[in-house]
């Protein structure tokens, strides 16, 4: 089984993968369409030439390097950003197990324009994560990072009677620090995983909002409304 995340980010993306590698029947790959955005876009990132050198920058690529894992290890998790599913068929989706993860935009935008400042749609995924649930014809999990803070175990144990695999209370805590399959981007953007030992609780962020992305808010604000209603609750 390939379970493959498409999430938004500034998440709880990394945390999830964590727990993946912590569950004891996963192997798990983590961001590999990232060199592939990064040179179809020019955007630039922190590290971006070390992330294209370190991974394929094209979709054959990509889908082989998840493929041959695949066939080394029965079940892979796919840690993937929303965004970075771009100008390409989703055809190969068909075969995986999808999951979007998401979170309030209002806590999205706020965290990511203190790495990237003045966000655009296109960089913060919650429209892209809307189109690809249509194109999956809503045939798909949803994982909403606020409900999964809220209690973890309730939310994972849902999960995986979904896919019908075990569910391990193993994969909530960890040791501090990297793993090896982090990408090379890690020290850009892991700092708070590498220091947490677990999927914790939820913290209060006193972060102001930047008031210039107002409009970028209120166009998130339907998307994201629409995929919450069909997500995982923390109280079932």
Same mark, same amino acid.
């Given at each position: 089984?390939?379970?493959?995340?498409?999430?938004?980010?500034?998440?709880?993306?990394?945390?999830?993968?964590?727990?993946?590698?912590?569950?004891?029947?996963?192997?798990?790959?983590?961001?590999?369409?990232?060199?592939?955005?990064?040179?179809?876009?020019?955007?630039?990132?922190?590290?971006?030439? $070390?992330? !294209?050198?370190? @991974?394929?920058?094209?979709?054959? &690529?990509?889908?082989?390097?998840?493929?041959? *894992? =695949?066939?080394?290890?029965?079940?892979?998790?796919?840690?993937?950003?929303?965004?970075?599913?771009?100008?390409?068929?989703?055809?190969?989706?068909?075969?995986?197990?999808?999951?979007?993860?998401?979170?309030?935009?209002?806590?999205?935008?706020?965290?990511?324009?203190?790495?990237?400042?003045?966000?655009?749609?296109?960089?913060?995924?919650?429209?892209?994560?809307?189109?690809?649930?249509?194109?999956?014809?809503?045939?798909?999990?949803?994982?909403?990072?606020?409900?999964?803070?809220?209690?973890? $175990?309730? !939310?994972?144990? @849902?999960?995986?009677?979904?896919? &019908?695999?075990?569910?391990?209370?193993?994969? *909530? =805590?960890?040791?501090?620090?990297?793993?090896?399959?982090?990408?090379?981007?890690?020290?850009?953007?892991?700092?708070?995983?590498?220091?947490?030992?677990?999927?914790?609780?939820?913290?209060?962020?006193?972060?102001?909002?930047?008031?210039?992305?107002?409009?970028?808010?209120?166009?998130?604000?339907?998307?994201?409304?629409?995929?919450?209603?069909?997500?995982?609750?923390?109280?079932?």
């Amino acid at each position: 089984m390939i379970i493959n995340l498409i999430s938004s980010p500034r998440n709880i993306s990394t945390a999830t993968m964590y727990a993946f590698a912590n569950h004891g029947q996963f192997k798990v790959i983590d961001e590999p369409f990232y060199a592939y955005y990064l040179n179809l876009t020019g955007i630039k990132h922190p590290g971006r030439e $070390e992330i !294209i050198k370190s @991974q394929p920058v094209n979709i054959p &690529g990509v889908l082989k390097w998840i493929d041959e *894992l =695949h066939e080394q290890h029965e079940h892979v998790f796919v840690k993937n950003m929303a965004h970075h599913l771009i100008d390409t068929s989703l055809d190969f989706l068909h075969d995986y197990v999808n999951v979007l993860l998401i979170r309030d935009p209002k806590e999205l935008i706020t965290s990511f324009a203190k790495v990237i400042p003045n966000p655009k749609m296109s960089d913060i995924g919650i429209q892209r994560q809307f189109e690809i649930y249509e194109f999956l014809s809503k045939e798909c999990i949803i994982l909403d990072s606020n409900e999964t803070l809220k209690n973890p $175990e309730g !939310i994972f144990t @849902q999960f995986f009677a979904k896919v &019908g695999i075990q569910y391990n209370p193993q994969m *909530l =805590h960890w040791t501090p620090g990297a793993i090896p399959e982090d990408g090379v981007w890690a020290k850009y953007w892991y700092e708070n995983v590498h220091a947490s030992s677990g999927m914790g609780m939820k913290k209060n962020n006193t972060s102001p909002f930047p008031e210039n992305s107002l409009d970028l808010l209120n166009e998130s604000l339907p998307y994201y409304e629409q995929l919450k209603e069909k997500a995982l609750k923390a109280d079932q």
